[in-house]
């Protein structure tokens, strides 16, 4: 029986992006079975009391900025610590994310494609287009994609997610 993982992400989160790759090798080399649960992680920064990035004090941002260069060193990945689209609006990535998994896809290089496009690519997640350009140079219909995204249903689950995620800390 195949073991499953509930995996709480953003695509916005650097930490998420450089961690990308090796979640799905290590989801491939153990069969896992990947629950993608795109959440708001603003809502928990707040329940924290945790400041956005751009709000934190300028030694806290330096610090970030040289751990995310250590990490995308040790990694060997591509990071641009101060990407033009930073901080993007999550939710459009979020929502093409959960329609393509309302179709049954697997999601794992479209999360990834929106993660690389905000901190390799200078793309913006936030921008209609661009999200569904990336779903297309996925395989996916993007625009069909977009469209079903548009559902209540849609930021019900991201919503659900979100209580989830902050329940399970």
């Known amino acids: 029986m195949a073991k499953t993982v509930d995996f709480y992400f953003t695509p916005p989160s650097p ?3 450089l961690a990308g ?5 290590l989801a491939q ?9 795109p959440f708001d992680l603003f809502a928990a920064f707040a329940l924290t009391g945790q400041k956005k990035v751009k709000q934190r004090p300028p030694q806290i941002q330096a610090n970030r900025l040289t751990e995310l260069a250590r990490w995308g060193s040790f990694l060997e990945m591509e990071i641009n610590l101060e990407p033009r689209y930073f901080p993007a609006n999550p939710v459009p990535s979020h929502k093409m994310i959960i329609a393509a998994l ?3 896809a ?10 690389s ?3 390799a ?5 936030a921008n209609p287009e661009t999200i569904i350009a990336i779903a297309e140079e996925q395989g996916f219909d993007g625009k069909v994609l977009f469209d079903s995204g ?4 849609i930021l019900e689950e991201i919503d659900r997610n979100t209580e989830e995620a902050i329940a399970r800390n």
Do not use: C, H
């Open 15 to 17: 930490w998420t992006y």
């Open 21 to 25: 790759p090796r979640f799905k090798a």
């Open 29 to 37: 080399k153990n069969s896992l079975v990947v629950n993608w649960k």
């Open 102 to 104: 309302r179709t049954g």
């Open 106 to 115: 697997d999601v794992t290089d479209l999360a990834n494609a929106y993660m």
């Open 117 to 119: 496009a905000v901190w």
């Open 121 to 125: 690519e200078e793309r913006d997640i």
């Open 150 to 153: 548009e559902q209540s249903q």
